[in-house]
């Protein structure tokens, strides 16, 4: 049987599927919104509160760690990713959400529907290693390579959480990572900051009609996963985990300033950090700021109904790093953020 071509799960399949996560995933599934309820009514590991007016430091942060259901890569990282081209996708739908990549000449479409079951494609990119990592409970997709002087990394996942954000680790050193800072917290390589490159948020349907020649991380994993199904609710109108209550796991600071699954694009400019509310920019179509002595600018791509952030360099613009983020999870990391809404 074509793999690319496969139908939609059943829920029982789903169901099925999902046992294979782990436990947490197995009272999420198909979106119940009383399973990440329930799990959330549970007694949490504590963790440490910052200060206010304070980011967490690498050790506050590595403290903070706790288990996610699933052990050490329970959730398995696809490490030998395969692509079709967009005319073989028909797994996808029009309205299903994909990651959008441009890069060292290249266009990719990473489905969402296949990272929630992985989190982490340990990918090779314009010829570069490039680890495109997902994690659905805070909505955060980021583009990782190792910085200059550090070799070529791998990652994995730890099974545990920080600020219930993605624990990764890298194969080379056992050194551990929160996804949305992309910082060592522990291990060999501890305080060492990984380079970011942006994804973008948008439908399959918008990317393939910007990227004609995109090609498409395809379902033909190795690893028996429900393609089609989502643990913690759906993407096309937003529904379940990703819209409602709060995090499920403990954060270490939290602010009403939004709702909790509010999205926020959140730009990092030097040690300073701005959270821009992404409604904002749709309806203003450009927003302008200043961090860290840096200009930059959010503007509202239509085409793929998106938001992409540049900062001044000199007399040109270039790409920021930037991502877009659940309100509560960007200032658990970063609770002295600058905010624009």
Not at 37 to 50: F, G
Not at 61 to 81: E, H, Q, R, T
Not at 127 to 149: D, H, K, M, S
Not at 231 to 254: D, I
Request: proline share 7%; glycine share 14%.
């Amino acid at each position: 049987m074509n793999g690319q071509q496969a139908p939609r799960p059943s829920r029982r399949q789903a169901v099925k599927g999902a046992g294979m996560i782990g436990g947490v995933v197995v009272l999420l599934v198909g979106g119940g919104v009383a399973g990440w309820q329930a799990l959330s009514d549970r007694p949490s590991e504590p963790v440490t509160a910052v200060q206010a007016g304070q980011d967490p430091s690498l050790e506050a942060l590595a403290g903070a760690a706790v288990s996610g259901g699933p052990g050490k890569d329970g959730i398995p990282s696809i490490d030998k990713p395969r692509f079709v081209p967009a005319r073989d996708a028909g797994f996808l739908r029009d309205d299903d959400r994909v990651f959008g990549l441009e890069y060292g000449g290249e266009v990719r479409a990473y489905p969402q529907l296949v990272l929630v079951w992985h989190e982490i494609v340990n990918d090779t990119v314009g010829g570069e290693p490039l680890t495109v990592t997902y994690c659905p409970l805070t909505g955060t997709v980021i583009g990782f390579r190792a910085p200059p002087g550090v070799q070529p990394l791998s990652f994995g996942t730890t099974g545990r959480l920080v600020n219930s954000n993605l624990l990764m680790y890298d194969r080379q050193t056992g050194s551990e990572w929160p996804q949305l800072i992309g910082t060592a917290v522990s291990g060999p390589l501890k305080g060492t900051k990984l380079d970011t490159v942006p994804l973008v948020w948008t439908t399959w349907k918008q990317w393939r009609t910007a990227h004609p020649d995109t090609e498409v991380l395809s379902t033909n994993t190795g690893a028996l996963r429900s393609y089609g199904s989502d643990p913690y609710g759906s993407y096309p109108g937003r529904s379940g985990y990703y819209v409602k209550g709060g995090p499920v796991f403990p954060v270490m600071a939290t602010s009403d300033r939004f709702d909790d699954k509010d999205v926020v694009i959140g730009v990092r400019v030097g040690t300073e950090r701005l959270a821009i509310h992404k409604d904002l920019v749709r309806k203003a179509g450009t927003v302008r700021s200043t961090i860290g002595g840096t200009q930059v600018e959010a503007r509202w791509d239509g085409r793929l109904g998106t938001a992409r952030v540049v900062q001044s360099v000199g007399d040109r613009w270039e790409t920021a790093d930037f991502l877009d983020s659940m309100w509560f999870a960007w200032y658990a990391f970063y609770p002295n953020s600058q905010v624009r809404q």
